[in-house]
């Protein structure tokens, strides 16, 4: 399982180690080397990459990328992404996501993390597909 030795910076060669999602494969993972980005590993195995970039003064968009074994790691993977998010909204005050509408996964993931959904944005990724953007907000 995930613990805290194995949650660093991102390295440029943390791309490479990912085994991502056959349908995530359109995504531009060099996204990750612009901004600033967190990875987590199994012993040699990423598990996933997480990237931060500010919007504004007071938003980000915080963005991510799921090794296929990921899913072994959810409860891990939840307990360190709101450790992030914790940190993270001591300097913005609304963190915003956006995900794949009919992903389930993906959008519950999103509700354990704190995020509320906003609303649909219709065919805005490949293909036409509709996308959910997703915000955590600090009161």
């Known amino acids: ?29 060099e996204a990750f080397k612009r901004c600033y980005s967190v990875s987590f590993y199994d012993g040699d195995q990423i598990v996933a990459i997480v990237g931060i970039v500010k919007v504004n003064e007071q938003t980000c968009e ?3 990328a799921f090794d296929e074994c990921a899913g072994r790691y959810t409860r891990k993977i939840i307990e360190h992404g709101r450790a992030l998010l914790f940190h993270i909204n001591e ?4 963190i915003q996501a956006i995900v ?22 219709r065919k805005f990724g490949p293909g036409g597909t509709d996308y959910c953007i997703y915000a955590r907000v600090r009161q």
Not at 5 to 29: A, M, N, P, T, Y
Not at 91 to 94: A, K, L, N, S
Not at 102 to 120: K, N
């Open 1 to 29: 399982m995930i613990d805290a030795s194995v949650q660093r910076d991102f390295q440029d060669g943390d791309i490479e180690k990912i085994h991502i999602r056959e349908q995530d494969k359109w995504r531009d993972l």
């Open 62 to 64: 915080m963005f991510a």
């Open 91 to 94: 300097y913005f005050v609304r």
């Open 100 to 121: 794949k509408a009919d992903w389930r996964v993906g959008r519950r993931f999103l509700d354990s993390m704190g995020f509320s959904e906003e609303g649909t944005m």
